[in-house]
């Protein structure tokens, strides 16, 4: 039997998997990405894409090309709660960063604007960039089994279209193949949680609903209407794909019962249904029946096989969550996989992966969950679930126009129950705050104060080690540039300014001693960057001449607040611990 060599070899081409062969083509490291199907993904599926993730996706140089076919920031902005589409509006939420405070913070927080990117356009520029960098990718390749030894895993695969199996020798194994992931199961990894705990339909289909929906433009739709309380994620939805001509239905199904049967006509009721208007002419163009999952594996790692992606977080698409999650896993993965095949790191390195990226995959499969309970109170509030009779919850919900103390009671538990949801479409917290602990991670040994807001509401910038490069605008010449901008690369960074010379020294001994490729940044008058608004010098936690070190993923892994004679041998001291070497 044939065997091909690579150093990564990635299963799966959905946001994880691509970002992942992205990211190491972009480094310089050898890899082969497999996938079982012979196209990219064919529907819209994931499509929020926070700013986090578009930081990333900047700084792997495909941020504008994202940003070119995305739809933009302020079109995503009015979350509708409606009876139908052209039915009765019930109140809508500002959301995805468009409340006017929220934009604020977004402004902020990042040199890169969230947007509405749908996966089957997202997947294309990705798998692209990584092809053109060097990924060897096959299509109609599955992954069938995985046996490791002390250097390597040995993987088969099925080629479909030939119908025979090879093997792949590879140093590492990424298993990025999503929710039913074959990897996970056989790699062992363990899980907490439950698949299937609710039924889910999508209808993707072609409709102008300009007239419905430009006026108050938004990514989401919510119909509350009887029924929309089954299965399903909170309530009937109307998606954009792309204004105002293509959208996505998702329905809840009785789990108990099954999935209906698909066809064109059943989907053509339940958008109808939804629309509020079966004269609107509609061309369904796919259907899928999908569950509700609510898992997440508590490690990513079996030796030298390492998951990424739905593959050990598996959760509904409320928050718009999954496939930014999944890049993120990504670019906390590739680098420390370069490093360690490079020589430049050790293993334990890769330790630090599931350390830092299972605690957050818990976080959001959990967030995710909460949301869709969270639509109930909103249900409540309109007095739908108070009866199964459906003549009578319409005039339950008619009931909050009176002029009565029981309207205004009503008027007042709905505008709350809908303002509640802005833990689900304006969590700026839970898209930005990661904040890691791991061996790659060198504490500073000052208490941590915790986060002074709501966490998963407000993101929250500091320089504490494990937190991420806080964004501020600096200048080099004529050159804006964002901080995140001067990290990244594949590189470690060090920050510093005026009186910093020590760290600059420090520098290049650890470049020296440790082989690391780490490039010094000074901020501050007559520097070669400078902070013209005073902003870095307000965020940075660290006096003039002190030090942070970012790593390749833009996160903080060490920090001083001063000028040290010792600086040669604690830069040195935390770039070892966070390789792995001691
Ligand atoms: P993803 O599932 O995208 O990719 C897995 C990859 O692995 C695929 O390329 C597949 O071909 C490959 N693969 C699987 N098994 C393999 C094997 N044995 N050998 C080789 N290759 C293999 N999210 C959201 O936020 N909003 C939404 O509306 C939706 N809707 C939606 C609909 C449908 C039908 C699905 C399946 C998913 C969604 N999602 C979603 C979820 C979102 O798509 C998801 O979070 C991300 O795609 C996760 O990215 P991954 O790369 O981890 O998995």
Not at 336 to 352: Q, R
Not at 506 to 513: D, L, W
Request: net charge negative; aromatic share 6%; proline share 6%.
């Amino acid at each position: 039997m044939e065997t091909v060599e690579t150093d990564v070899l990635v299963v799966g081409s959905g946001p994880a998997g691509a970002a992942t062969a992205l990211a190491l083509s972009t480094y310089g490291v050898p890899n082969v990405m497999v996938t079982r199907y012979g196209s990219l993904a064919d529907t819209p599926r994931a499509h929020i894409t926070n700013q986090r993730t578009m930081e990333v996706l900047r700084d792997l140089g495909v941020e504008d090309q994202i940003t070119a076919q995305a739809t933009p920031q302020p079109l995503m902005g009015n979350t509708v709660f409606c009876t139908s589409l052209a039915g009765e509006e019930l109140g809508r939420l500002r959301s995805w960063g468009n409340d006017p405070l929220v934009q604020a913070a977004h402004e902020l927080a990042s040199p890169s604007r969230m947007c509405d990117m749908p996966q089957h356009l997202m997947e294309p520029v990705l798998v692209n960039a990584a092809v053109s960098r060097g990924t060897a990718l096959r299509f109609h390749t599955e992954y069938l089994s995985h046996e490791q030894s002390d250097d390597g895993v040995t993987v088969l695969v099925e080629d479909r279209l030939r119908g025979d199996t090879y093997r792949v020798r590879a140093r590492y194994l990424v298993g990025a193949d999503g929710g039913r992931s074959r990897v996970v199961e056989n790699a062992g990894l363990p899980t907490v949680g439950r698949m299937g705990v609710a039924g889910s339909l999508n209808i993707v289909f072609e409709a102008d609903l300009t007239d419905l929906t430009a006026h108050r433009p938004s990514t989401l739709y919510w119909v509350l209407a009887p029924g929309a309380t089954v299965g399903g994620i909170g309530a009937g939805l109307v998606r954009c794909v792309r204004p105002w001509t293509e959208w996505m239905v998702v329905w809840g199904y009785d789990l108990e019962a099954g999935p209906p049967d698909l066809t064109e006509e059943f989907a053509r009721s339940v958008v109808h249904r939804l629309l509020g208007d079966d004269t609107i002419p509609v061309r369904i163009t796919s259907t899928s029946a999908w569950t509700v999952n609510h898992l997440y594996a508590e490690t990513y790692a079996d030796r030298r096989v390492l998951c990424a992606g739905d593959a050990v977080h598996r959760h509904p698409p409320s928050n718009g969550l999954g496939s930014n999650t999944s890049v993120q896993d990504a670019y906390n993965l590739a680098w420390k996989l370069k490093l360690v095949l490079d020589g430049t790191a050790a293993p334990a390195l890769l330790d630090s992966y599931s350390a830092e990226r299972a605690p957050v995959g818990r976080q959001i499969v959990e967030r995710a969950n909460r949301s869709i309970g969270e639509t109930a109170p909103v249900f409540e509030a309109l007095g739908v679930l108070a009866t199964s009779d459906t003549e009578q919850m319409w005039r339950n919900v008619d009931a909050r126009k009176a002029a009565t103390p029981e309207g205004a009671k009503q008027r007042q538990g709905l505008r709350e129950a809908i303002a509640a949801k802005v833990y689900e479409f304006n969590a700026h917290g839970v898209e930005m705050n990661q904040r890691y602990v791991s061996d790659a991670i060198v504490p500073d040994g000052t208490p941590d104060p915790g986060f002074g807001r709501d966490p998963e509401l407000y993101h929250q910038p500091t320089t504490r080690p494990g937190a991420k490069l806080p964004h501020a605008w600096v200048v080099r010449g004529r050159d804006r540039l964002s901080t995140l901008d001067l990290g990244g690369h594949g590189r470690f960074t060090l920050f510093t300014g005026i009186g910093g010379d020590c760290w600059e020294e420090a520098a290049a001994a650890a470049r020296k001693e440790l082989g690391v490729e780490l490039v010094t940044v000074s901020i501050g008058p007559g520097q070669e960057y400078e902070d013209p608004y005073g902003d870095w010098a307000r965020l940075r936690e660290i006096g003039d001449c002190g030090a942070l070190l970012t790593r390749p993923d833009n996160h903080i892994g060490f920090r001083h607040p001063e000028t040290s004679p010792h600086a040669g041998e604690l830069l040195i001291g935390a770039l070892r611990k966070i390789l792995g070497h001691g």
